[in-house]
């Protein structure tokens, strides 16, 4: 049985962007060639679809969503996730989201690039860099 890893909007945004020097596309990349089960939410595909509208070419940020879709779990967002998130002490509405898909897939680590916004979180959390120091140094 494999380790189920969520992965955060942002980790997908740091490495299509190169935000962070190429550390989330490592981890990204490394992931894939692992006995892991990854899983990202749709609001992070509608997300990093509209974020990167202006920076990267719309057939380029298609053929790497695609890829995303091919290769990981999607949790779809209901009712029940946005209640949850909504009715939760998360700061942020979005990481609350995040955290319940998370919760729904079962996940025993969340790679984010905010793990401060996490700090309710009863999954591990951990940053794309501390991923990188702890398992594939």
């Not at 909504?86 to 905010?114: H, M, P």
Request: hydrophobic share 40%.
């Amino acid at each position: 049985m494999s380790i189920k890893i969520f992965i955060d909007t942002n980790i997908y945004m740091n490495s299509i962007e190169n935000r962070d020097n190429g550390i989330s596309k490592s981890v990204l990349l490394f992931l894939k060639k692992t006995d892991v089960e990854l899983y990202l939410n749709d609001l992070t595909i509608i997300n990093t679809h509209y974020l990167t509208r202006k920076s990267t070419h719309k057939d380029e940020i298609k053929k790497i969503l695609k890829t995303i879709l091919e290769e990981q779990n999607l949790v779809s967002i209901d009712r029940f996730i946005i209640e949850d998130a909504l009715n939760s002490d998360f700061k942020d509405f979005e990481d609350g989201v995040q955290y319940f898909c998370a919760k729904r897939a079962g996940a025993e680590l969340i790679i984010t690039d905010n793990t401060a916004d996490f700090k309710n979180s009863d999954i591990r959390v951990m940053t794309a860099k501390e991923f990188t120091q702890n398992y594939m140094a």
